[in-house]
């Protein structure tokens, strides 16, 4: 378990070239901001779109954790979200790649190269109050709640409600209005 | 205009006046009015409009977070519920577009030019409204609001229509209230104008102008009216004594004949008889050889040119007394009396001796011929048996009283009339000229007293005049 480095320098950079070209187009997701860069705030976000059932959360003023299998594709993608709130609580970030280190988490990004381990990881994770996220086809099929998908070069996000409900979370209307539903595991 | 307004009639006047200060009222309240609605109306605009942008960017949070422009998009089109929104966006936290509404009859986007996280503006006939779109006490987005101001400009319309027929219509109903009621004021003015006008034309000083109520319109024709009555008071005053001073005039011309023919039968009768008899005696001297014939008709020559100075100086002291030039006017006042007394055997008392001051000699005369007539009077018209005459005096004032025991007279009703009150009207007058006044105090039986009060320093322009 450790915190990721800050390579805020290289995000910044980015983050300042987009915040300067204030095009008038109607794009949702700019070509110059990376996919995981997206992703990482998206991941974020997720903390204030998703109630927790009561004392999940610990005590007020106790971290969010969000936990990310793999942090190296974020290459750095989170430096400048740390310190970031949700529902009153700072949000903190953890590398882990096993159950245990992954079950304290209350959101966990599964992007494991291995179909089996997600599948497993997901099996053992399905009943705890822990908001699953992945990014393959097929990942709200085998249980996860959110799946990032990449429809024509824009990240767009399924959500399967039932197992939301199973984990005992409870989605905004306005996440699910954003999200394409896959909750019979049709994705 | 000011002067085209001094010339009006009053009736106009008074409706004119009526008017402007109804029309100013009216118009002075509508347009606080108008002002009033049109700045709450927009203000109710205004926050209707932040209220709708504010629920848009409310709905467009996860759309904004999760950067779902379709989402975006067809949150905002449920702006077209809006007739009057034309065109929206949503910025995202860095004012980049992420979705835009457009109604559909206008042609081209209207983007801000300028984009700030809160607040309105108004261009071009529109509402520019800008909301925070704010997520867990983060702003994350912006949504602005161009809305169309033809709502505004309606109502101004059809508040301009409002008032301009209010106030067509209150001008009206006012002019006709001021038509009717202005004649209350009007009318007593007008009639009191005609009345005037008739008098100026006519001279009928007995017309009388009508007046009703006590206002200053009322007291205005009540004072006209007094004024007419002291008028014709004054003028039946001043032809009494227009036709006092004629006769007075004509009888000072037959006084001053009566009295040349008393003067020349005088003259004819004594001094021309002396001096024709001492004429022939002395003619007489040339044919008398004898001394003593001649020396007897000298001396009556000498006796009848005595008798002839002496009627004279008696004739010339009735004419203009010398004792009055002489010793003054007290000495002359008692001598009077004495003459008086002894040529009317009346009983006449002298109390003088208390002036100080000489008296100038027009004054003088003036005063000794008033007693002289007041005299004459209580002898001949009084009966008297006895009079005073007290004179006294101070600084700057004679006062002599004459007092009789006579029948007297009733003052108010004998003094203008009869010759009696003739004298005493012609006394008053001369006193007047002199700055002086005559005091009567007279009763049936109870005799007569008559108080002569002159300023000793009589202004010589009075006399003069």
């Not at chain 1, 003023?61 to 400048?80: L, R």
């Not at chain 2, 100080?356 to 002289?372: K, P």
């Not at chain 2, 700057?396 to 009283?401: E, P």
């Amino acid at each position: 378990m450790k915190l990721l480095p800050r390579v805020a320098v290289a995000a910044g950079v980015v983050l300042l070239a987009a915040g300067m070209s204030r095009a008038q187009t109607n794009a949702a997701a700019p070509g110059d901001v990376s996919e995981y860069r997206l992703k990482a705030v998206f991941l974020y976000n997720f903390a204030k779109f998703a109630d927790w059932p009561d004392g999940t959360l610990g005590e007020p003023g106790e971290p969010i954790v969000v936990g990310v299998y793999d942090a190296k594709p974020f290459e750095g993608a989170f430096g400048d979200l740390e310190g970031k709130r949700a529902k009153g609580r700072p949000l903190i970030l953890l590398e882990g790649q096993t159950f245990s280190e992954l079950e304290g988490c209350h959101i966990v990004f599964l992007n494991a190269p291995d179909d089996l381990l997600i599948k497993s990881l997901l099996q053992r994770l399905r009943s705890r109050p822990v908001l699953t996220v992945g990014e393959r086809t097929g990942f709200c099929r085998w249980g996860g709640i959110v799946n990032f998908s990449m429809q024509e070069g824009r990240v767009r996000l399924q959500v399967n409600r039932v197992a939301a409900e199973k984990a005992g979370l409870q989605l905004s209307a306005q996440l699910l209005e954003v999200s394409e539903l896959v909750d019979k595991g049709d994705d | 205009m000011k002067y085209w307004f001094r010339d009006l009639p009053i009736k106009w006047k008074l409706t004119v006046v009526s008017l402007v200060v109804t029309s100013s009222v009216l118009l002075a309240a509508s347009i606080a009015f108008f002002v009033y609605d049109q700045v709450s109306f927009r203000k109710q605009l205004l926050n209707q409009v932040a209220s709708l942008a504010g629920v848009v960017g409310a709905n467009s949070t996860a759309a904004l977070t999760f950067r779902d422009a379709r989402v975006a998009e067809r949150i905002l089109s449920t702006l077209g519920t809006e007739r009057h929104v034309m065109f929206s966006v949503l910025y995202d936290s860095k004012d980049t577009v992420l979705a835009t509404y457009r109604r559909p009859d206008i042609e081209q986007d209207l983007y801000p030019s300028l984009v700030v996280p809160n607040g309105y503006h108004y261009h071009a006939g529109r509402l520019c409204v800008f909301a925070p779109v704010v997520l867990e006490g983060e702003r994350i987005g912006i949504v602005c609001l161009i809305y169309s101001m033809d709502p505004v400009y309606a109502r101004l319309g059809r508040y301009a229509a409002v008032v301009l027929t209010v106030l067509g219509a209150s001008i009206l109903a006012a002019w006709a209230l001021v038509s009717y009621l202005q004649s209350y004021v009007s009318r007593p003015i007008t009639r009191l104008m005609e009345t005037a006008d008739q008098i100026t034309a006519g001279g009928d000083m007995n017309l009388r102008a009508e007046g009703e109520g006590g206002d200053e319109i009322g007291a205005l024709v009540m004072g006209f009216n007094t004024m007419l009555d002291q008028i014709e008071v004054r003028d039946v005053e001043l032809r009494e004594h227009q036709k006092k001073l004629r006769s007075l005039a004509a009888q000072l011309v037959l006084t001053e004949e009566r009295e040349r023919r008393r003067i020349a039968s005088g003259i004819h009768d004594s001094i021309c008889q002396m001096l024709v008899v001492a004429n022939m005696k002395l003619s007489m001297l040339s044919e008398y050889g004898d001394r003593n014939a001649v020396i007897q008709s000298i001396t009556e020559a000498e006796d009848l040119i005595n008798g002839a100075l002496s009627e004279a100086r008696s004739l010339t002291f009735q004419l203009s007394p010398p004792v009055l030039y002489e010793f003054g006017l007290d000495e002359a006042l008692h001598r009077l009396t004495e003459q008086v007394a002894s040529q009317y055997e009346l009983n006449v008392v002298f109390e003088g001796g208390q002036s100080e001051r000489e008296v100038s000699e027009d004054i003088s005369v003036i005063l000794y011929r008033a007693v002289r007539e007041l005299l004459i009077n209580a002898y001949k018209h009084a009966s008297a048996e006895c009079v005073v005459v007290n004179v006294t005096g101070s600084d700057n004032r004679v006062r002599i009283m004459v007092k009789d025991d006579g029948i007297g007279f009733e003052p108010k009703t004998s003094i203008p009339r009869g010759s009696s009150g003739f004298g005493l009207f012609s006394i008053r007058e001369r006193l007047s000229h002199i700055g002086g006044k005559m005091v009567v105090r007279a009763a049936p039986g109870a005799g007569t007293t008559v108080i002569l009060d002159v300023p000793l320093a009589a202004d010589d322009a009075v006399l003069n005049s």
